[in-house]
């Protein structure tokens, strides 16, 4: 079996601390080492990509930053109510859906005037949050990613977390009254142009997904809740199941509840490992619209597996569908 040289382990395991401990000080290894124990050791040691996941402290310190544009990504009527400082509103369609099929993204067109109403433009650092255990901000997160922005992070934990540490806010003056909510939005001269540039990779279709299904080195994953997966629970959907050998595990399992922060990543990786996932693989995620199983594709990004795909459409399209199969878990 062939060696490789340590320097060669480093880069397949993304330079991990601790790794060369892990190998025995080793000057070189076989391709065997470099299994799932390794990748999964290297997963757990590391901490989480700052350009990914920014933590209460970061984002407080550059609260005042002129580039900075904060995103809310609760609903208006909340954001009215209180946000972070100088946090501009989302707005009603904050999961950035098509207003001609809303199964599925945003075209370029809109998805450009959408992030030009909020201050974004090519090359804008942005920071989203939610309270609801960042699941609206992966899914921003994913929808700035695909359209080719990627300087953007999410805020762990979220507004919980915010306000729990006692951390300023602002109060609108008509939430103080109460009187009819306005929702903050950037005004005209912060508007920056955005060049909406798809990276196809990153999104599932019909097409694509039912070409993935049981293929060597690709994984389904379902993060929907277990009835839905079970098939007990329709959503108001003509046919019930999962995807012929989907894996299953609910997306809100890698976050913790009394924070909303992310567990710790030896505990993800560890879950992942126990459905069956590993970087090896190209892992492909659904739900029933999109936005759960965004919140899916940012774990998985967090965790270092490099080929995700998200299934936009999700089961509000394939299980709508009749050409599309569907199967239901053995008893």
Excluded at 37 to 60: I, N
Excluded at 132 to 146: F, I, M, T
Excluded at 303 to 314: E, I, K, N, W
Aim: hydrophobic content about 35%.
């Amino acid at each position: 079996m062939a060696s490789l040289p340590l320097e060669k382990v480093y880069r397949t395991l993304g330079a991990c601390p601790g790794a060369i401990d892990r190998l025995g000080g080793a000057q070189e290894t076989t391709r065997s080492d470099l299994g799932e124990r390794t990748r999964r050791d290297c997963m757990a040691s590391r901490p989480y990509p700052a350009d990914l996941l920014v933590e209460t402290d970061w984002l407080a310190d550059r609260l005042r930053y002129p580039d900075l544009v904060i995103v809310d990504m609760d609903i208006p009527q909340a954001h009215a109510k209180a946000h972070i400082p100088g946090a501009v509103s989302a707005g009603p369609n904050y999961n950035v859906k098509s207003t001609a099929d809303p199964r599925v993204v945003a075209p370029p067109e809109q998805a450009k005037q959408h992030f030009e109403s909020l201050g974004i433009g090519d090359g804008t650092p942005v920071v989203v949050y939610d309270n609801n255990r960042s699941n609206a901000s992966a899914r921003l997160w994913w929808v700035l990613r695909y359209y080719g922005h990627d300087n953007v992070r999410v805020l762990n934990g979220g507004w919980l977390k915010w306000t729990r540490e006692g951390r300023p806010i602002e109060v609108t003056p008509s939430a103080r009254g109460g009187q009819s909510y306005s929702y903050r939005q950037p005004p005209a001269a912060r508007r920056r142009p955005f060049t909406p540039r798809p990276q196809e990779a990153m999104l599932d279709t019909v097409e694509t997904l039912k070409a993935a299904i049981g293929q060597p080195g690709e994984a389904v994953w379902d993060v929907r809740a277990a009835d839905e997966y079970a098939g007990t629970n329709a959503r108001g959907n003509k046919r019930v199941g999962h995807v012929p050998g989907a894996v299953h595990m609910e997306w809100v399992d890698v976050v913790n509840e009394a924070d909303h922060t992310f567990r710790p990543p030896g505990e993800i990786a560890r879950l992942l490992q126990q459905a069956g996932l590993s970087p090896e693989q190209r892992v492909h995620t659904y739900c029933q619209g999109g936005i759960r199983a965004a919140h899916s594709a940012f774990t998985l990004a967090l965790m270092g597996f490099p080929r995700v795909r998200m299934y936009d459409g999700s089961m509000g399209e394939w299980a709508n569908r009749d050409d599309t199969p569907l199967e239901m878990p053995r008893r």
